[in-house]
Each structure stands twice: as structure tokens, then as C-alpha cells.
């Protein structure tokens, strides 16, 4: 959302991605498919979290369907034909504008955004490298027992 305030074109890349890393994190959350193996169906938690899987793989797909169409407005040259995507992140930047005046005394602008939303990814990529290459390999899946 930070990205797509500024317009970066990376933000619809991003926009795109979500939804599959979503889904795909909720049904291989090994620890959860443990639990729910474990209680019968009938019971009211994984009835609940079944439904709640289905209910974000459904919505999902549709996201990623209606993603698809703004896949174009990754070519900087598209934006102009991508102003209803970035209708909703505009909206929240004013929000974000507001709070961060009151709180800080500081002004939020667009630039701002954009180099807090890129931060933010960097800090993602180096966290999911970091699990990926050093503590996987290592420890393998850690699960439960805090």
C-alpha cells in the first residue's frame, strides 16, 4: 500500500504476489494441519478454520483475477490508465498524513511513503532470506513448544 501511494511501479508487483504468499502460507501451516488432524471435524475450531482457509483462498482468487488486469501498470508508462488502484492507497496516505502530523508534528508525503513502504520490503526480503538460508537448513521446521 506504502508503495502504491507514490505510484511505484513495484507496488503492483507486490500487489500481485500477496495473495498467492497468503494462501500458500495458510494451507502448509504445518502446525495447524497437526492440530486439525488431531480433532475430529465436528468440533468447532477446525470447522472454523477450514472455513476461514476456504473464505481466503476464494477471496484471493479473486484478487489475483482482478490483480492481473493491473499487471500492465508495472510499465511506469501505464500509470496514468492505473488511477482506480491507486484510488484506495491515496485514501489511506491522508489518513496516515493526519496521524503522523498529530503525532509527530512531522509531515507524511508521498516520498516518505514510498521509502518506509520500500524499507518494509527490504526488511521482508532479508527476514525470508535469512529463514530460507541459515535457519532452515539448521534447525529444519520449528514447531510448537515455545
Not at 507514490?6 to 504476489?17: E, H, V
Given at each position: 500500500?506504502?508503495?502504491?501511494?507514490?505510484?511505484?511501479?513495484?507496488?503492483?508487483?507486490?500487489?500481485?504476489?500477496?495473495?498467492?504468499l497468503m494462501v500458500a502460507s495458510v494451507w502448509f501451516w504445518v502446525d495447524?494441519?497437526?492440530?486439525?488432524?488431531?480433532?475430529?471435524?465436528?468440533?468447532?475450531?477446525?470447522?472454523?478454520?477450514?472455513?476461514?482457509?476456504?473464505?481466503?483462498?476464494?477471496?484471493?482468487?479473486?484478487?489475483?483475477?482482478?490483480?492481473?488486469?493491473?499487471?500492465?501498470?508495472?510499465?511506469?508508462?501505464?500509470?496514468?490508465?492505473?488511477?482506480?488502484?491507486?484510488?484506495?492507497?491515496?485514501?489511506?496516505?491522508?489518513?496516515?498524513?493526519?496521524?503522523?502530523?498529530?503525532?509527530?508534528?512531522?509531515?507524511?508525503?508521498?516520498?516518505?511513503?514510498?521509502?518506509?513502504?520500500?524499507?518494509?520490503?527490504?526488511?521482508?526480503?532479508?527476514?525470508?532470506?535469512?529463514?530460507?538460508?541459515?535457519?532452515?537448513?539448521?534447525?529444519?521446521?520449528?514447531?510448537?513448544?515455545?
Open positions: 500500500m506504502l508503495l502504491l501511494t507514490d505510484q511505484r511501479a513495484l507496488g503492483f508487483l507486490t500487489l500481485a504476489l500477496a495473495p498467492i495447524l494441519n497437526e492440530e486439525l488432524a488431531d480433532l475430529p471435524s465436528t468440533k468447532a475450531l477446525p470447522l472454523t478454520v477450514r472455513i476461514w482457509r476456504w473464505a481466503l483462498s476464494a477471496l484471493s482468487v479473486l484478487s489475483l483475477t482482478l490483480t492481473f488486469q493491473a499487471l500492465p501498470c508495472f510499465k511506469v508508462s501505464a500509470l496514468k490508465d492505473c488511477q482506480a488502484w491507486i484510488e484506495a492507497p491515496k485514501g489511506l496516505h491522508l489518513v496516515y498524513e493526519r496521524v503522523f502530523a498529530y503525532l509527530f508534528g512531522g509531515q507524511w508525503t508521498e516520498p516518505v511513503a514510498a521509502f518506509m513502504g520500500y524499507l518494509a520490503l527490504l526488511a521482508y526480503a532479508v527476514g525470508i532470506l535469512q529463514w530460507l538460508l541459515i535457519k532452515l537448513p539448521k534447525q529444519g521446521r520449528v514447531a510448537g513448544g515455545f
